[in-house]
Each structure stands twice: as structure tokens, then as C-alpha cells.
Antibody, heavy 119, light 106 residues
């Protein structure tokens, strides 16, 4: 079945960097647009970034634009999120999610990885 | 940017109740709307897509309706497993979530 597994979360100081990974299995990864979505403690869901199935287009939320970079390696079935210049309000659980290029809704989600930005 | 507004923010209900959650978009999103259920410490789970299509494996007590800017998620008879937070999401123009509706025990 469709499975996404995130890794790379942890504690980082303000201004620091972290790279998240999301390993996909059980579906044709190269046919899916992929997203990162985050959820701050006790808060709602916030869309963060999107990358098209072939990596040709990328979009970002204003809150992370210029600081975060989404990428993917279809040969490794893996999605990445490079996070630089981290701030306290970036503290959240980060989920990767997949959306078929045909249907567009988020039909598979990872379990999430916690990123804590604190000194 | 398209804003999504859910109401109510919190809903108190009993098992067997009919529950309705509303989601309003700041501009027309046609039918590009999904509903997700999230339980504490878990990832969101897709319930409804394209406003009214039931995801495979989701109980038929869940239904969605609406188009344009007004959408509704209905649970016809609330079950113990349904106490959770529900989010709407538009995917017409980029992607935006509503703020969530927590369904709690009355």
C-alpha cells in the first residue's frame, strides 16, 4: 500500500539548518506531485511546499519562501525539504503528502517528523 | 490567496447525532475541495475529495456537498471513532487548509 516515511527531524538552534527526507513506497512515486505540510503544536495544518512529479515546478508558502527548498530524487523514491535560517515559529510536525497528478488531492501522508527550533 | 473558513471551531455532540461542518472559500474553487480527519498524534486521513467523492474505505456515514464557495461535511450518525478534528482544504489554486473543527463529546 502507499507508504511515506519521514526522517530528519530534531532540535536545532535559531538560524540553523535541517534537511528532512520522505521515503516513498507502494506507488509510482514519479507520477505523484509531493507536498510538505506542517502543524505547529496545538495548531492547524499549514501547507508549506510543493514539487511537481518531474521536479520541474516548485511552489512555497510565503512564510518559508527563500528559506526552504523542496527537491526530490525519483530514482530513490525520496522527497526532501532543506530548511535554512530556521526560526522559532518553524517549530512543528512536518508531514510529507502525495497527490496523484490526475486527482490532485492528498491521498497519502507520512507519520510526521518533529522539528523543534530552540536555543 | 484563497482563504478557507470553517465553522464551527468546536462542536459538542453525542453518539448517534447528525453532525454538519461548514467550509467557506474566499473565492470560487469550483469543486476542488477535500475533507480530512485527524486524531491526536496522527497524520490527517482523507475522507472526501472533489467536494463529494468518498475515499475508498471511508464509512458511508460521511458525505460531502457543495460547490463554488460553500461546502459541507456531514456525518449522518456520529460514532465513537469519529471524535476528532476535521479540516477542509482547497486545491483549486495552490493549497489552503481551513482552521479545523474539533468534534468533542457532549
Amino acid at each position: 500500500q502507499l507508504q511515506l516515511v519521514e526522517s530528519g527531524g530534531g532540535v536545532v538552534q535559531p538560524g540553523g539548518s535541517l534537511r528532512l527526507s520522505c521515503a516513498a513506497s507502494g506507488f509510482t512515486f514519479s507520477s505523484y506531485g509531493m507536498h510538505w505540510v506542517r502543524q505547529a503544536p496545538g495548531k492547524g495544518l499549514e501547507w508549506v511546499a510543493f514539487i511537481q512529479s518531474d521536479g520541474s515546478n516548485k511552489y512555497y508558502a510565503d512564510s518559508v519562501k527563500g528559506r526552504f527548498t523542496i527537491s526530490r530524487d525519483n530514482s530513490k523514491n525520496t522527497l526532501y525539504l532543506q530548511m535554512n535560517s530556521l526560526r522559532g515559529d518553524d517549530t512543528a510536525v512536518y508531514y510529507c503528502a502525495g497527490a496523484s497528478t490526475v486527482t490532485r488531492h492528498f491521498d497519502c501522508w507520512g507519520q510526521g517528523t518533529l522539528v523543534t527550533v530552540s536555543s | 490567496d484563497i482563504q478557507m473558513t470553517q465553522s464551527p471551531s468546536t462542536l459538542s455532540a453525542s453518539v448517534g447525532d447528525r453532525v454538519t461542518i461548514t467550509c467557506r472559500a474566499s473565492q470560487s474553487i469550483s469543486g476542488w475541495l477535500a475533507w480530512y480527519q485527524q486524531k491526536p498524534g496522527k497524520a490527517p486521513k482523507l475522507l472526501i475529495y472533489k467536494a463529494s467523492s468518498l475515499e475508498s474505505g471511508v464509512p458511508s456515514r460521511f458525505s460531502g456537498s457543495g460547490s463554488g464557495t460553500q461546502f459541507t461535511l456531514t456525518i449522518s450518525s456520529l460514532q465513537p471513532d469519529d471524535f476528532a478534528t476535521y479540516y477542509c482544504q482547497q486545491y483549486n489554486s495552490y493549497w489552503t487548509f481551513g482552521q479545523g473543527t474539533k468534534v468533542e463529546v457532549k
